[in-house]
């Protein structure tokens, strides 16, 4: 399995009256990770979305763990699970760079579609999902979620 770490400074602008990150920012870093998981690893992701398939969050969850302040360091591990013919989840793992101490756990369910009805997942998109399938989501089997499919 290759492994996959979008690093986020936390910024003023992340964080709330506390002084700890805004708990909305996690579904935004998720997006941000997911962007660049995407463009690092499907080379024509580009294409893929200029032919017309649109890639949609069926949904999005997150669990905390700890805080996350300013001008700490997040390292957000994305690995796929779940995987089907139109559909797979990202699973992102957030931990505070340096000490690995966990921050929170989330997932997303994506779906593909084209002209507005559901698609399977694109070849390249798919290969690539492959190189990062995970079984040990905890938070997805909680969920009563499959993590793995052959």
């Avoid at 992701?45 to 069926?58: C, K, M, P």
């Avoid at 698609?119 to 793995?148: C, W, Y």
């Amino acid at each position: 399995m290759d492994e996959f770490i979008f690093e986020k400074v936390v910024y003023l602008t992340d964080t709330n009256a506390e002084g700890n990150v805004y708990f909305a920012r996690f579904f935004e870093w998720q997006g941000m990770a997911r962007e660049e998981f995407f463009r690092q690893n499907v080379p024509d992701h580009l294409e893929i979305i200029g032919s017309g398939v649109r890639l949609i969050t069926a949904n999005a969850w997150m669990t905390y763990h700890s805080e996350c302040r300013l001008f700490d360091v997040a390292n957000i591990r994305v690995n796929t699970a779940n995987l089907k013919p139109a559909s797979l989840e990202l699973i992102f793992t957030f931990l505070k760079k340096g000490t690995g101490e966990l921050i929170g756990r989330g997932g997303e369910r994506l779906t593909f579609a084209t002209n507005g009805q559901l698609i399977h997942i694109p070849p390249s998109i798919r290969q690539n999902a492959e190189r990062f399938l995970t079984d040990s989501a905890p938070e997805v089997v909680e969920m009563g979620m499959k993590t793995k499919s052959k």
